[in-house]
């Protein structure tokens, strides 16, 4: 007589790898999120596992056991604060036009400076006080700077005469919102914000574009 086969079950106790795998995704979004406010607020110095472990509502051992180290924790931290705007860059390039892409770029980069600025103000301060974060602020920063430049310089290409050097033009104007966003940090005032998008609207109508077929 042979006897029917039942299906493998997991072991009395154990959850489905699928189920882990969500409860780990979520222990760590809110690590994260707890490190990422006590980052901002108090600095990489001041804010300690503990504080980000009583915060997000896991052990200290369990925040070891996602990031390994605080330093790595801070790492990702700034990398998860910056993925919205790299969300943003490519929903403003999907079917744009180039001739209005241009502006779409502007408004993502204008509206996640203004939405994030206290955090951004962060950033550049760590920048000069923290030799230790330095390198790590530095590459995130500098790598998603290039990403956006080359953006506007893909985005110049399209839409210039032949014989215009997108490069240079991609860089100056990439250049007047970093100048834009260290003045908004000093300057935080909505009418210095409205002072400063119309002068760079002003510059980017200056830009000379091929003329359009038929």
């Not at 920048?127 to 953006?151: G, K, V």
Request: with cysteine.
């Amino acid at each position: 007589m042979k006897r029917e086969k039942h299906p493998a079950s997991a072991p009395v106790g154990t959850a489905p790898a699928s189920e882990f795998t969500h409860r780990k995704a979520i222990t760590r979004d809110r690590i994260v999120r707890a490190a990422m406010q006590l980052f901002a607020t108090q600095g990489f110095e001041h804010a300690s596992v503990t504080q980000i472990a009583r915060k997000a509502g896991v052990s200290r051992a369990a925040i070891f056991w996602h990031f390994g180290d605080k330093a790595t924790l801070f790492s990702e931290t700034c990398r998860e604060f910056l993925v919205p705007f790299r969300d943003m860059l490519a929903a403003s390039l999907d079917h744009v036009d180039a001739e209005k892409r241009l502006s779409e770029l502007f408004a993502v980069y204008e509206d996640f400076v203004t939405s994030n600025r206290d955090a951004i103000q962060s950033f550049v301060r760590w920048m000069f006080e923290s030799p230790a974060l330095r390198d790590t602020l530095q590459r995130t920063l500098l790598d998603l700077h290039e990403i956006f430049m080359r953006d506007v310089r893909d985005t110049l290409r399209e839409v210039l005469p032949p014989d215009h050097d997108a490069e240079s033009l991609a860089t100056g104007v990439v250049s007047l919102l970093d100048g834009n966003l260290l003045l908004s940090l000093l300057d935080p005032s909505p009418s210095g914000d409205e002072r400063r998008r119309q002068a760079l609207r002003a510059v980017a109508a200056l830009i000379p574009q091929r003329p359009q077929k038929g």
